[in-house]
């Protein structure tokens, strides 16, 4: 019963979150669109904002689960380049040339995310601020490219034109989605915590594979759909934004607010496996295009990373 339990508040809480976040982004976008934001900051800076991740790794690393918290980033990390992108380019060629500068960012924004693991015990406070300013320079970058390359599609950028969000609704969501995001966020981290103590699951395993599975199942959906539709671009936005988000962002407010002990796995394992996963997919979409093959292989990375996981304790 303890067992069916945490699974319901886990799985209620992954729902809730990436209900709200739904919502947050639509309210987002309203107000990127009346404040005139460019439209490739509004495909990589907000889609790539995973407000339920840093929900998760904050209320996880403040209950002392450090391998959820941490799984928020390099789990999370992992996902996305493997799974996201690499099943998403299975089902549509993904065909997008980016800027050397996007490039050098994906590369080695996760290596940076190395930082607040070299120095044992918990991840030190100081690192955190560190990776959050590597991150305001990143995202300075994006912007200043984003003037300068047509990243998403001007039939896109009408299309959100035609639903047209007043500023108060906008303003709205965004504080709702938030909020009910923070909500999930305990959720899922309750949820997790008892299925590690009560069903006799790897807390690595749990944390690191299982809850950035859930929560960003939806990342699948936001590579397909654009490219499906001819918007390469804004897939390749996405993934652009959100490895940012996860190996800097987060880490950094984790690390800042929350400090959380490093398992030895993470150090010799996670981080090894999400810099090299990385890598491969710069690789990738230096070449321009994101092939069926290629898919495969990151896929093929994604089932390696996550049989390791469950061998190794």
Same mark, same amino acid.
């Given at each position: 019963?303890?067992?069916?339990?945490?699974?319901?508040?886990?799985?209620?809480?992954?729902?809730?979150?990436?209900?709200?976040?739904?919502?947050?982004?639509?309210?987002?976008?309203?107000?990127?669109?009346?404040?005139?934001?460019?439209?490739?900051?509004?495909?990589?800076?907000?889609?790539?904002?995973?407000?339920?991740?840093?929900?998760?790794?904050?209320?996880?690393?403040?209950?002392?689960?450090?391998?959820?918290?941490?799984?928020?980033?390099?789990?999370?990390?992992?996902?996305?380049?493997?799974?996201?992108?690499?099943?998403?380019?299975?089902?549509?060629?993904?065909?997008?040339?980016?800027?050397?500068?996007?490039?050098?960012?994906?590369?080695?924004?996760?290596?940076?995310?190395?930082?607040?693991?070299?120095?044992?015990?918990?991840?030190?406070?100081?690192?955190?601020?560190?990776?959050?300013?590597?991150?305001?320079?990143?995202?300075?970058?994006?912007?200043?490219?984003?003037?300068?390359?047509?990243? @998403?599609?001007?039939?896109?950028?009408?299309?959100?034109?035609?639903?047209?969000?007043?500023?108060?609704?906008? @303003?709205?969501?965004?504080?709702?989605?938030?909020?009910?995001?923070?909500?999930?966020?305990?959720?899922?981290?309750?949820?997790?915590?008892?299925?590690?103590?009560?069903?006799?699951?790897?807390?690595?395993?749990?944390?690191?594979?299982?809850?950035?599975?859930?929560?960003? /199942?939806?990342?699948?959906?936001?590579? @397909?759909?654009?490219?499906?539709?001819?918007?390469?671009?804004?897939?390749?936005?996405?993934?652009?934004?959100?490895?940012?988000?996860?190996?800097?962002?987060?880490?950094?407010?984790?690390?800042?607010?929350?400090? @959380? /002990?490093?398992?030895?796995?993470?150090?010799?394992?996670?981080?090894?496996?999400?810099?090299?996963?990385?890598?491969?997919?710069?690789?990738?979409?230096?070449?321009?295009?994101?092939?069926?093959?290629?898919?495969?292989?990151?896929?093929?990375?994604?089932?390696?990373?996550?049989?390791?996981?469950?061998?190794?304790?």
């Amino acid at each position: 019963m303890t067992v069916l339990f945490a699974v319901a508040v886990f799985l209620g809480g992954a729902v809730l979150v990436v209900w709200a976040t739904e919502r947050l982004v639509h309210g987002m976008v309203g107000i990127a669109d009346l404040l005139r934001v460019a439209p490739f900051a509004v495909s990589a800076v907000l889609s790539g904002m995973e407000a339920e991740n840093v929900a998760v790794g904050l209320a996880a690393g403040s209950r002392g689960a450090p391998e959820v918290a941490l799984g928020t980033v390099f789990g999370g990390g992992i996902f996305l380049v493997c799974v996201a992108l690499g099943a998403g380019a299975m089902v549509v060629p993904l065909r997008v040339r980016l800027p050397r500068s996007v490039l050098a960012l994906l590369a080695v924004a996760p290596a940076l995310a190395g930082i607040p693991l070299v120095f044992g015990g918990a991840t030190p406070r100081w690192t955190g601020a560190l990776l959050l300013l590597a991150f305001g320079a990143a995202m300075l970058i994006v912007v200043r490219v984003s003037r300068h390359h047509a990243f @998403v599609d001007a039939d896109e950028v009408e299309k959100a034109r035609e639903r047209p969000r007043g500023a108060l609704r906008s @303003v709205a969501l965004t504080a709702a989605g938030i909020g009910v995001v923070v909500a999930g966020g305990e959720l899922v981290a309750s949820g997790a915590t008892r299925l590690i103590a009560g069903a006799g699951l790897s807390a690595g395993l749990v944390g690191m594979v299982l809850t950035p599975a859930v929560v960003e /199942s939806d990342e699948l959906i936001r590579q @397909v759909v654009p490219a499906r539709a001819g918007h390469h671009d804004v897939s390749a936005g996405n993934v652009a934004g959100t490895l940012l988000w996860f190996s800097l962002f987060n880490l950094g407010l984790i690390a800042l607010l929350t400090p @959380v /002990s490093v398992p030895r796995l993470t150090r010799v394992l996670d981080y090894p496996f999400l810099v090299g996963a990385s890598w491969i997919a710069t690789a990738f979409l230096a070449r321009g295009r994101v092939g069926r093959a290629a898919g495969a292989t990151l896929v093929a990375l994604a089932v390696a990373y996550a049989v390791c996981r469950g061998v190794l304790r």
